[in-house]
């Protein structure tokens, strides 16, 4: 079995190769009259768009949707949703060395062991070119949390290249869209982009990145207390990510260094009635719940594995051989990632909320 699927009631499937005539997604549980057209699609695709600057890959995709069924007169239908994304700048000759070679660091191995076989045109399926599908899945979740939650908001950044790390003293939310790294400190991405420059042109080399993705005005309830825990989903979501190697909820791995008095939340009524509390070690969610703060979510992305520098590695045959990765490839991938990551918690909040309105229909245990 292979599974190209996510979500529960909110669920997607994935298709199409990173050198085929086309990807795309087919979206199912979408709520009807939901408003959509292309264009509310195309912004989210627009930010993961391959090509639009030189520290991204120069391959030179529109990632033009498509909206081939389950929408009519500009709302949705609450039937299948299939959206196509054509391929239009592929370079699968660039490939043709490594046919029969493994790229250190590349599924080409594993697929090979799995399945026998597999497509070398820029990674088949593990390529990153897949998320492009998970991207356009993202925007039509984003419409319905609008019509249906339009307090929620869903921000992604980066917040990590290499070992160069933003000041959280300088997070500025205006910034994360005035430059090509999303990142909320100006001072730290005019670091990152000499850096990057460096590292791509002279060292022919790549870095990974840490990315954090916010939603802001999650209602205080949605999740479930055990197999199907909002931090559960959400780590699954972001892990599924092409490249990310480790999920962080709230203060991740660092809350192992905190005591119990540190860590805790403490909780205060607010003045409108309603709970407040006095940090956010937890992420905005206790027991698998949300608590009605910020859910706050980062993930590690890995260097990009396709660089210039020879590496080791063997045939099918199983020959040693050096391998040198040519082609058009992110010199951190961690870049194109945040919209991803976006895309990711808007498609597990939407599902979340929709199976909180099949359970409790949205009643709530009352405080004071």
């Known amino acids: 079995m292979s599974v190209n699927s996510f979500g529960h009631l909110f669920r997607f499937t994935t298709w199409g190769e990173s050198h085929g005539p086309a990807l795309g997604a087919t979206i199912d549980g979408c709520p009807p009259g939901v408003p959509l057209d292309p ?7 627009d930010k993961r768009r391959p090509g639009q600057n030189k520290n991204t890959t120069q391959r030179n995709e529109p990632d033009a949707v498509e909206i ?5 007169e500009g709302r949705t239908t609450g039937t299948p949703i299939q959206l196509m994304i054509r391929n239009t700048d592929q370079r699968s000759k660039d490939y043709g060395d490594i046919l029969n070679t493994f790229r250190p660091g590349h599924a080409d191995i594993t697929y090979h062991q ?10 088949g399926r593990s390529s990153a070119r897949e998320t492009a599908a998970r991207v356009a899945a993202g925007g039509v979740a984003r419409e319905a949390i609008t ?3 339009p307090g929620v908001q869903i921000t992604g950044y980066m917040v990590q290249m290499g070992e160069k790390k933003i000041d959280r ?3 500025d ?7 090509d790294f999303w990142c909320p400190d100006a001072q730290a991405a005019g670091e990152w982009e000499e850096y990057l420059t460096w590292l791509r042109k002279d060292d022919h080399n790549s870095v990974g990145a840490i990315i954090e993705v916010v939603a802001r005005g999650v209602p205080a309830g949605i999740g479930a207390p055990v197999y199907a825990k909002l931090d559960t989903d959400l780590a699954a979501a972001m892990m599924s990510i092409n490249a990310v190697k480790g999920v962080e909820i709230g203060e991740g791995m660092a809350a192992a260094a905190l005591t119990g008095r540190d860590n805790a939340d403490e909780i205060f009524m607010g003045n409108d009635g309603q709970p407040v509390y006095s940090s956010n070690h937890a992420g905005g969610i206790l027991g698998g719940i949300s608590t009605g703060q910020d859910v706050v979510v980062r993930f590690a992305v890995k ?3 396709s660089i210039l520098s020879p590496r080791k590695s063997i045939t099918m045959d199983g020959q040693p051989i050096e391998v040198i990765t040519k082609g ?23 599902d979340h909320i929709l199976l909180d309105r099949g359970q409790t229909g949205g009643v709530r245990g009352q405080i004071g």
């Open 39 to 45: 264009a509310m699609i195309q912004q989210w695709l």
């Open 68 to 72: 081939l069924s389950g929408v009519y």
């Open 114 to 123: 799995k399945y026998g076989l597999r497509d070398p045109r820029g990674g």
């Open 147 to 149: 019509a249906i939650a």
């Open 169 to 171: 003293a300088r997070f």
């Open 173 to 179: 939310w205006d910034q994360i869209s005035q430059n």
């Open 303 to 305: 260097p990009t594995s």
């Open 328 to 350: 058009r490839h992110d010199p951190c991938v961690g870049i194109r990632a945040v919209p991803v990551g976006e895309a990711m918690m808007a498609c597990v909040i939407l």
